[in-house]
């Protein structure tokens, strides 16, 4: 075991007495990690007082400003050389934090008398999840997920940092989400820390929870705390906003979760990737339901692990979605994406649904977000979609033996009704 950092062991102190169940939380590298006064703080320094000469940075300059190659710098000429190519700083740039936050302010009504940390930039929600794991997760430490997931979680959590994790079916037997065997699986899992992951709406299903839902999830959680375990709960958001379906509650379930109980600590991951269209641009957002003083070292401890893996998120990534953030007609063009997914949302329902295929599938609920689900009544959904893919050019995802996944954010409405016809027409010829 390695002797910890005396900046670490001032940064522990720190949390444990301003968040007592952060700390409670955090992994055996969670505790290691700090952030080195080192370059970064002397460029910081240098950068307020070096009125003369500035050698701290570690880029080329040229006439005052960044040196850099015109062919790339002619295809975005409107942008400043710095929001190009300069390094971003560690934890996103502050201006884009703060519109991300009032973003969410704004679209989360339940969050405006909680306490909510400035959101911390990450490369893609992907990176996120890995620094919430680096952070939080040692070997066997429980994660509780439900049988329907992106199966990324499992790379993440699983595979790389050692959770054990625990599953539940995400739908009851009238196919609404099981709030039932999550608590029962919360209540099942003993000791006195867990995770617990919760993506609405739901990949590869299109889920979304309705507020007696979320009321009971949140009680569920609220018990177990009370029971004395520490809970970190991860709010997958990637799919924020796009709600279709006026019975489904249209927030997040982190508003709920932001001071429902001094054990549980939430946190929500969402991002640029698909609330802005802007999927490889790698721009996302980690946001916990905790205060300023708790957050001062659970940032450094974050600067820390960032500046060990990425250093940063892409300067130009964030540039480009603070400026359209800040652009007049970033609302109406948001608005005309989401008309056109629902349209196709809708469509999809009503073709999916249709009694001439009761027979060969049955459809999970899907009220948001880019997916469909098929729950196929015969036939292998992996031999399904080779089928689809090889004979028809049609490619959709196959999950388990009878799943079927069809992303119709990325169908044209006029294209849906030949794609489910297809799918049957295979279904019933195998
Ligand atoms: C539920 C969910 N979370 C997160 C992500 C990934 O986000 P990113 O591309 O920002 O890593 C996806 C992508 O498909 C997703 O479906």
């Not at 595979?159 to 065997?181: E, I, L, R, S, W």
Request: aromatic residues 8%; hydrophobic residues 40%; contains cysteine.
């Amino acid at each position: 075991m390695q002797d910890l950092n005396p900046i670490a062991i001032e940064l522990n102190d720190q949390i444990r007495d301003t968040a007592p169940s952060v700390f409670a939380l955090l992994s055996e590298l969670g505790k290691r990690i700090y952030l080195p006064k080192g370059i970064l703080s002397q460029t910081a320094e240098a950068n307020t007082k070096a009125h003369r000469f500035n050698a701290t940075r570690a880029i080329a300059s040229e006439d005052g400003d960044m040196m850099h190659l015109a062919v790339s710098r002619e295809l975005v000429p409107e942008l400043t050389l710095e929001g190009v190519y300069g390094y971003a700083p560690v934890l996103g740039q502050p201006e884009l934090r703060d519109a991300w936050r009032t973003h969410l302010l704004k679209e989360n009504p339940s969050l405006t008398e909680t306490t909510l940390s400035l959101p911390i930039v990450t490369s893609g929600m992907t990176h996120g999840f890995s620094l919430i794991s680096e952070l939080f997760v040692d070997g066997n430490d429980p994660l509780i997920l439900p049988d329907k997931i992106w199966g990324n979680y499992r790379l993440i959590f699983q595979t790389k940092a050692g959770a054990a994790v625990h599953t539940y079916p995400f739908f009851n037997t009238t196919n609404g989400f099981n709030t039932h065997d999550f608590r029962e699986t919360l209540t099942n899992t003993t000791g006195e820390k867990m995770l617990i992951l919760l993506n609405f709406p739901h990949n590869p299903t299109g889920y979304a929870i309705n507020r007696t839902e979320a009321q009971q999830i949140v009680d569920a959680i609220v018990a177990r705390a009370d029971a004395g375990c520490h809970i970190l709960v991860m709010v997958d958001d990637a799919y924020a906003g796009l709600w279709y379906d006026p019975s489904v509650m249209h927030e997040s379930l982190f508003g709920l979760l932001v001071g429902c109980h001094p054990n549980v600590v939430p946190v929500k991951i969402d991002g640029a990737t698909k609330e802005e269209y802007a999927w490889g641009l790698r721009v996302a957002f980690m946001t916990f339901g905790l205060g300023e003083a708790a957050m001062q070292p659970l940032e450094q401890k974050l600067s820390g692990l960032i500046r060990a893996n990425t250093s940063g998120a892409s300067q130009v990534s964030q540039t480009l979605i603070l400026e359209a953030m800040n652009t007049s007609g970033y609302a109406e063009q948001k608005q005309r994406n989401y008309e056109i997914l629902k349209g196709r949302a809708l469509k999809v329902k009503k073709v999916v649904s249709n009694s001439r295929y009761a027979k060969l599938w049955e459809v999970y609920p899907s009220h948001a977000g880019y997916f469909t689900c098929l729950r196929l009544k015969s036939g292998n959904a992996e031999v399904v979609r080779q089928l689809l893919l090889n004979e028809h050019g049609i490619g959709t995802i196959a999950l388990g033996e009878t799943e079927l996944r069809v992303a119709y954010s990325c169908l044209e409405e006029s294209d849906i009704e030949t794609v489910f016809a297809v799918i049957a027409q295979v279904i019933e010829e195998l």
